[in-house]
């Protein structure tokens, strides 16, 4: 089986854990992901092979590239798709379509083109047309002001969509004697999408135009011991707080750093930050603060007071599971989304806006630190499935047979 993605190391990790699900069933797997040092080494550890598709996700990313630039980008990552999907594809018996829009629309187009049976696959809801939620606006392309009907902003969407990514996927579609597709959107998601999320944390309500399967998150148990030196950390006093953002920029992070440790100082806690593509670095030297690299999460965040982070789902999840109250400070695209959910259920504090400041954050962890959120957090992380990507792997199979 060919598991495809690109993006970042929320688009990716969950294919660690549905590969490794996979094999265990006698599945032969390939994963196709951008050629990023890390993402190599993660699916190295568990015996995967990496099919690189495209430019480093990480050099992307810190790029910032202009909205403009977005279909040109669009095109170029279709046509990757279409090189390293079609040689990694071959002779497999399904295609597992996810991450960013155009890369999952040229892997269906592969699929289609190979006759190999595919299945569309997101991490979080917003990009599945619902009558409940609005859609995610693409950079550059608002929607207009004052509009609210959810349909009609569907109908926006799906114009925005074949804008950016239409014309790219029919020449390439057209090079390989497929016919064009009238709509991109429908052609990514189809009439029968999976979505890889936990019904508590992220609940899909029916519609009549959607057969949605929700597998639950795909994770993989993390044997991976913590850095000694951070254990000895952790272990020479109260549990800290820690903060990382994952693979945001976060543009001026250092300042965002201080501010961050200054905040959870304010509350009388030692802080763990995670560096993450930001490059996070702390410069007063003290030393109730520890600087990790890649690190297993979800031992750690089992040893913690409080987890600051930006609100992608990886991140969201790990940490419901974990049982330990969030702070929520959300970035772009559906991490606004994570950090409503973080409030709703009671399990931690919604951040307003994606820049904290030091009586911002401040006030967010101590709704955090209460009781009644930490009381709250484990009581949520009991219905937090554990089975997702053995669901999912287990449905793949009887596809392919």
């Known amino acids: 089986m060919v598991l495809s993605t690109y993006g970042s190391r929320g688009d990716v990790e969950p294919l660690v854990g549905l590969a490794v699900r996979l094999r265990e069933l006698g599945a032969e797997v390939r994963v196709c992901a951008p050629p990023d040092e890390d993402f190599a080494r993660r699916l190295a550890g568990v015996g995967v092979p990496l099919v690189a598709v495209g430019p480093s996700a990480r050099a992307l990313t810190k790029a910032a590239p202009s909205p403009s630039s977005l279909p040109r980008r669009a095109a170029e990552l279709i046509a990757g ?31 289609e083109s190979l006759g190999v049976r595919s299945v569309s696959v997101t991490f979080q809801q917003l990009t599945l047309p619902s009558p409940h939620h609005p859609p995610l606006a693409y950079p550059g392309r608002p929607f207009p002001p004052g509009v609210t009907d959810n349909r009609v902003l569907w109908d926006l969407d799906a114009r925005s969509v074949d804008a950016l ?24 998601i189809g009439d029968r999408p999976w979505l890889a999320t936990d019904p508590v944390l992220d609940p899909w309500r029916k519609t009549p135009d959607l057969d949605v399967v929700q597998t639950g998150a795909w ?11 951070l254990v000895a950390f952790l272990e020479a006093g109260a549990p800290p707080v820690y903060v990382g953002f994952g693979s945001m920029p976060m543009h001026a992070s250092t300042d965002i750093a201080q501010v961050a440790v200054e905040a959870v100082r304010a509350r009388g806690r030692r802080a763990v930050v995670a560096r993450g593509w ?32 930006h609100g992608g789902a990886g991140t969201t999840t790990t940490a419901t599971r ?4 969030q702070v929520v400070v959300p970035q772009a695209t559906d991490q606004p989304y994570w950090a409503g959910r973080v409030a709703d259920l009671g399990i931690g504090a919604a951040h307003d806006g994606p ?20 009381a709250r957090a484990r009581a949520v992380a009991g219905t937090i499935r554990t089975d997702g990507a053995a669901v999912a792997a287990r449905l793949l199979l009887d596809m392919a047979r």
């Open 81 to 111: 798709q279409f090189d390293a999907v079609t040689a990694a594809a071959e002779g497999c018996d399904v295609v597992v379509a996810t991450g960013m829009m155009p890369a999952a629309a040229g892997a269906r187009s592969v699929a």
């Open 355 to 374: 820049t904290p400041t030091f009586d911002s954050l401040s006030a967010a962890l101590g709704t955090a630190l209460a009781p009644e959120a930490g």
């Open 322 to 325: 974990a049982g330990v109250p």
């Open 165 to 188: 990514f239409g014309e790219a996927l029919n020449t390439n579609r057209e090079s390989i004697g497929l016919p064009p597709v009238d709509s991109v959107r429908d052609h990514v």
């Open 219 to 229: 994770i993989l148990p993390d044997e991976r011991p913590l850095p000694a030196e």
């Open 278 to 309: 930001a490059d996070l670095a702390l410069t007063d030297g003290r030393h109730d603060c520890f600087v990790v690299g890649e690190v297993n999460q979800q031992a750690l965040f089992g040893r913690v007071a409080a987890v600051v982070h």
